[in-house]
């Protein structure tokens, strides 16, 4: 779900994966772990958004959505400006071989066809924090997200990505799929 800034009330939390800032002088704040925290500002009108965008986010087309709305203020494409911030690189996010292909089916539209002796084996923990090995595939969250905006028409130059990750950085970041932790990371855009 995408809400508007304005609607939400002071000292209350909007459960949303998107803000939207349609008024001036909005601070938007969105939390994330591993996702991606996406910042988007038209430098002509100054309204901005944020989105927490992970796997599921993009396989919903949350940043498609967000673009309509941005298209019923009248932006236009070369005005918009998009960060993706620091998440989860794809050396570090490895899901199971079914997960990598629906998410290249629903994401980006593809089908595609992962074979077991093409599948990278690595270690990771399981719930009782022991050690298992397990055919795993890297899931590349940042460039994936990427392509959506290209999709969306917003010029590769307006686009910035953060290569800093989430779960190889744990002094500066915090990672649920590092630690479990409930802890998370805020990010802010302002109008």
Excluded at 85 to 99: C, F, W
Excluded at 122 to 134: G, I
Excluded at 162 to 187: A, D, M, P
Aim: with cysteine; net charge positive; charged share 25%.
């Amino acid at each position: 779900m995408i809400a508007f800034g304005s609607h939400s009330q002071k000292g209350t939390k909007t459960d949303a994966d998107g803000l939207v800032g349609n008024k001036c002088s909005q601070n938007l704040w969105v939390y994330t772990a591993d996702c991606m925290p996406i910042f988007f500002a038209d430098k002509r009108t100054r309204n901005v958004a944020t989105l927490h965008c992970g796997r599921r986010g993009l396989e919903k087309k949350i940043i498609k959505n967000l673009v309509k709305i941005f298209d019923t203020f009248g932006t236009s494409r070369d005005d918009l400006l998009v960060a993706i911030g620091p998440a989860i690189s794809k050396e570090n996010y490895l899901v199971d071989k079914i997960t990598l292909q629906e998410f290249y089916r629903k994401a980006e539209n593809k089908n595609i066809t992962v074979k077991l002796t093409k599948t990278k084996k690595d270690f990771c923990f399981n719930d009782s924090n022991h050690f298992r090995e397990q055919n795993l595939n890297q899931l590349d969250l940042k460039r994936s997200a990427y392509r959506q905006l290209l999709n969306e028409n917003i010029p590769h130059i307006n686009i910035d990505i953060s290569n800093l990750c989430t779960y190889k950085f744990n002094n500066e970041f915090y990672s649920w799929r590092r630690s479990k932790t409930i802890s998370r990371q805020w990010n802010l855009i302002c109008s």
